[in-house]
């Protein structure tokens, strides 16, 4: 059933026709306002201002997804280029996420991967002196670039770029690929995984997949990873998770703010306030930009809870 309905979703957040007269109707701003932190990099960051006032820091994400011509690649690399000048100019303490989709890589591998250093190189000098854990985030796609996107991380990773990495615990790889990024003492953000593979290379099943995810927390609180100076990010809603997290890493002896909890913007603001005001460092996914409908159908399809949201919206 929930499968059925995350398809639907899916089909919904693709279709252009949808998409035109949902993005041009303003009595579905309610929707937008909801998941979108603001229409350009200005109204983002003031939203993330607003969010800093309350603890709680930023990963900016530029709306712009199923790429398919150079000129898209192009005018996503000029809104996050602008975006970049601009934390360069205030205090604010930002994660840049990025497709590999999104900066041309289903277009051309090479092309997007190459769009990453110049990025990473512009944040690094806009931020130069300023305390933080400012980087560009490489988003994780599914299981057919999860290699190369790897790849990507570790080339500028061991240049001295500021970049981080995001794994899927769905994946059976995962456990592999996080020892690696533990042994330069990198940064992870660990998900579930948007996306579903045969059970040969992945988990199949929520429970399996929670499973997982728990091994990985170990993982990522080990004394090995706090030695070699890793920094873990728990890209998760799951209440049950932020718990067992908080417990392991207090055992452990990780401070708070030595690791860190990320949720979507407009997902469950009340537990990432909640989680703030205990002293747990928290971020939040903030997506920014008018192409907004596919990314938040989607952000329904991940809770069915959401349907009356989007009836309101629609009627
Ligand atoms: P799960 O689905 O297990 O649900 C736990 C609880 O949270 C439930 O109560 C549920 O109702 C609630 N919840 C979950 N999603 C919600 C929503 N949208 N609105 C309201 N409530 C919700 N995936 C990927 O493959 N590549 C990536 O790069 C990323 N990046 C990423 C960044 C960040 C910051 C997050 C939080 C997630 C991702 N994801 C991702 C998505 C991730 O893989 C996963 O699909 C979702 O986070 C859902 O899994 P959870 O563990 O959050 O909640």
Same mark, same amino acid.
């Given at each position: 059933?929930?499968?059925?309905?995350?398809?639907?979703?899916?089909?919904?957040? &693709?279709?252009?026709?949808?998409? %035109? !007269?949902?993005?041009?109707?303003?009595?579905?701003?309610?929707?937008?306002?909801?998941?979108?932190?603001?229409?350009?990099?200005?109204?983002?960051?003031?939203?993330? @201002?607003?969010?800093?006032?309350?603890?709680?820091?930023?990963? !900016?994400?530029?709306?712009?997804?199923?790429?398919?011509? &150079?000129?898209?690649?192009?005018?996503?690399?000029?809104?996050?280029? %602008?975006?970049?000048?601009?934390?360069?100019?205030?205090?604010?303490?930002?994660?840049?996420?990025?497709?590999?989709?999104?900066?041309?890589?289903?277009?051309?591998?090479?092309?997007? $991967?190459?769009?990453?250093?110049?990025?990473?190189?512009?944040?690094?000098?806009?931020?130069?002196?300023?305390?933080?854990?400012?980087?560009?985030?490489?988003?994780?796609?599914?299981?057919?670039?999860?290699?190369?996107?790897?790849?990507?991380?570790?080339?500028? !990773?061991?240049?001295?770029?500021?970049?981080?990495?995001?794994?899927?615990?769905?994946?059976? %790889?995962? @456990?592999?690929?996080?020892?690696?990024?533990?042994? &330069?003492?990198?940064?992870?953000?660990?998900?579930?995984?948007? !996306?579903?593979?045969?059970?040969?290379?992945?988990?199949?099943?929520?429970?399996?997949?929670?499973?997982?995810?728990?091994?990985?927390?170990? &993982?990522?609180?080990?004394?090995?990873?706090?030695?070699?100076?890793?920094?873990?990010?728990?890209?998760?809603?799951?209440?049950?998770?932020?718990?067992?997290?908080?417990?392991?890493?207090?055992?452990?002896?990780?401070?708070?703010?030595?690791?860190?909890?990320?949720?979507?913007?407009? @997902? %469950?603001?009340?537990?990432?306030?909640?989680?703030?005001?205990?002293?747990?460092?928290?971020?939040?996914?903030?997506?920014?930009?008018?192409?907004?409908?596919?990314? $938040?159908?989607?952000?329904?399809?991940?809770?069915?809870?959401?349907?009356?949201?989007?009836?309101?919206?629609?009627?």
């Amino acid at each position: 059933m929930r499968r059925a309905w995350q398809i639907g979703m899916i089909a919904l957040a &693709r279709s252009q026709t949808i998409k %035109r !007269f949902m993005q041009s109707n303003r009595s579905t701003t309610e929707l937008a306002k909801r998941y979108v932190g603001g229409a350009n990099a200005i109204e983002a960051i003031d939203r993330a @201002a607003v969010l800093a006032d309350q603890g709680i820091k930023s990963s !900016f994400f530029y709306l712009g997804e199923y790429v398919d011509t &150079r000129e898209l690649v192009e005018e996503n690399l000029s809104a996050l280029q %602008r975006l970049i000048g601009m934390l360069g100019k205030v205090t604010i303490e930002g994660h840049i996420s990025v497709d590999p989709t999104q900066v041309g890589c289903s277009i051309d591998w090479s092309l997007g $991967a190459s769009a990453y250093r110049p990025m990473a190189a512009a944040l690094q000098s806009a931020v130069k002196g300023r305390s933080g854990q400012h980087c560009i985030m490489i988003d994780m796609e599914d299981d057919s670039v999860v290699e190369r996107s790897i790849a990507l991380h570790d080339n500028l !990773f061991d240049e001295g770029y500021p970049v981080a990495l995001t794994l899927q615990a769905y994946l059976r %790889r995962t @456990a592999d690929d996080l020892a690696s990024v533990i042994a &330069r003492g990198g940064r992870v953000r660990l998900v579930k995984g948007a !996306f579903v593979a045969n059970s040969d290379i992945a988990f199949v099943g929520e429970r399996a997949i929670k499973a997982n995810y728990y091994r990985l927390v170990d &993982r990522m609180l080990s004394n090995e990873a706090r030695k070699n100076g890793f920094y873990p990010i728990f890209g998760t809603h799951d209440h049950e998770i932020h718990a067992y997290v908080i417990e392991k890493a207090t055992e452990l002896g990780w401070p708070k703010g030595s690791y860190e909890f990320e949720m979507l913007y407009g @997902a %469950r603001d009340d537990v990432a306030t909640e989680l703030a005001q205990k002293g747990e460092a928290i971020r939040l996914y903030l997506p920014f930009g008018t192409d907004w409908w596919p990314y $938040a159908i989607r952000r329904i399809g991940e809770n069915p809870k959401n349907l009356m949201l989007l009836t309101r919206s629609m009627i």
